[in-house]
């Protein structure tokens, strides 16, 4: 027998090859880049269920322990240089990528002990079993978050009417200080539309609030951008910024950035696109590329508590 099996030794190569393409070239700048980063965090796990198990069974005629060995320190090693170099090529380097490459070498490795070198029925049934319950775990944050995606573009032109869990999802707390989180709850209190609204408790100390993924969404063909937001406390300042998908990371002249006083009780902020449209200086908003809006207090602003409901697009 080959001291290397040639076959999986040109498969292996070949593996390598489309994880480097994955793991070192930039994507650039994406409407949805939540989902695209969870969706390739996920991918970490079969990408090395692939990886490891086409190296163990490269390396398998040394000797089945000494392949489970050899297969396992280049499988840690892969990983650890993976997340090193990713900075250097204008990725992000993340312990949750180590962690899930981790699972999916583990999965591949004990696969290869009880599937190949183990022949009890027990054993493999539940190798199975946990395969396919930790596979699911890694994979249902991602599936619901394609799904929030998928909800965003169905009840367009509302932008959050907050009857689903998932549009949690899409309206994101911001903002983090002395150790306290901006908090975005649903609620069925102060409800305008439907039975829900979206509970925002802010911070001090940090530009609190939260933001709408849009994903490049096409607001072209309607009038004007409504909110009813409801205040139970002292009136605030409420800051609004709204960006496009043309210039990634806008500066503040590039973009539309709006202040309301928010009153006791109900209120309702209805801006006219055309005026978000000509809010940057020296071009104009793109209003078919609507990338994130974002509601936002000061960062020296005391923490208030507000319901949002009934976010739309007026035609």
């Keep these: 027998m080959a001291l290397v099996k040639k076959r999986y030794s040109i498969l292996l190569v070949l593996a390598l090859c489309l994880f480097a393409l994955l793991a ?18 996920a991918g970490h ?18 000797g089945k322990w000494k ?54 029925w027990q054993l493999r049934v539940a190798h199975g079993v946990l395969t396919v319950m930790v596979l ?22 509302v932008l959050g009417d907050f ?8 309206w994101k707390a911001t903002g983090v200080a002395h150790g306290q989180r901006t908090q975005g709850l649903l609620s069925d209190k102060h409800v305008v539309s439907g039975r829900g609204s979206l509970k925002v408790e802010t911070v001090k100390g940090s530009w609190s609030g939260v933001r709408y993924a849009a994903g490049d969404q096409n607001w072209q063909g309607y009038q004007a951008l409504s909110i009813s937001l409801y205040n139970p406390g002292e009136g605030f300042n409420m800051n609004i910024r709204i960006d496009d998908g043309v210039i990634h990371s806008a500066r503040y002249s590039e973009r539309y950035n709006g202040r309301f006083q928010i009153r ?12 978000i449209a000509a809010a940057p200086k020296k071009r104009s908003l793109d209003l078919g590329r609507i ?5 936002f207090l000061n960062k020296k602003a005391q923490p208030q ?4 409901d009934n976010v739309h697009l007026v035609p």
């Excluded at 070192?24 to 700048?29: A, E, H, R, T």
């Excluded at 796990?45 to 040394?62: D, Q, T, W």
């Excluded at 006791?264 to 005026?275: C, D, H, R």
């Design 291 to 295: 990338r994130k809006m974002t509601l």
């Design 24 to 41: 070192f070239v930039p994507f650039g700048s994406s409407a949805n880049p939540v989902a695209i980063r969870m969706t390739m965090d």
């Design 67 to 120: 392949a489970v060995m050899i297969t396992t320190i280049i499988s840690i090693l892969l990983i650890a240089v993976v997340e090193w170099v990713q900075p250097y090529v204008g990725r992000t380097a993340s312990l949750a990528d180590m962690q899930i490459g981790l699972l999916g070498a583990l999965i591949a490795i004990s696969g290869m002990i009880v599937w190949r070198n183990l022949r009890h």
């Design 264 to 275: 006791n009780g109900q209120n309702t902020l209805l801006i006219p696109l055309a005026k």
């Design 45 to 62: 796990a079969f990408a090395f269920i692939l990886l490891s198990g086409l190296l163990y069974l490269a390396v398998e005629p040394r």
């Design 136 to 157: 699911s775990w890694v994979v249902l944050p991602v599936w619901n978050e394609w799904r929030a995606l998928w909800l965003r573009e169905q009840q367009f032109p």
């Design 163 to 170: 009857e689903h869990p998932l549009e949690q999802r899409l």
């Design 305 to 308: 508590q507000f319901y949002l």
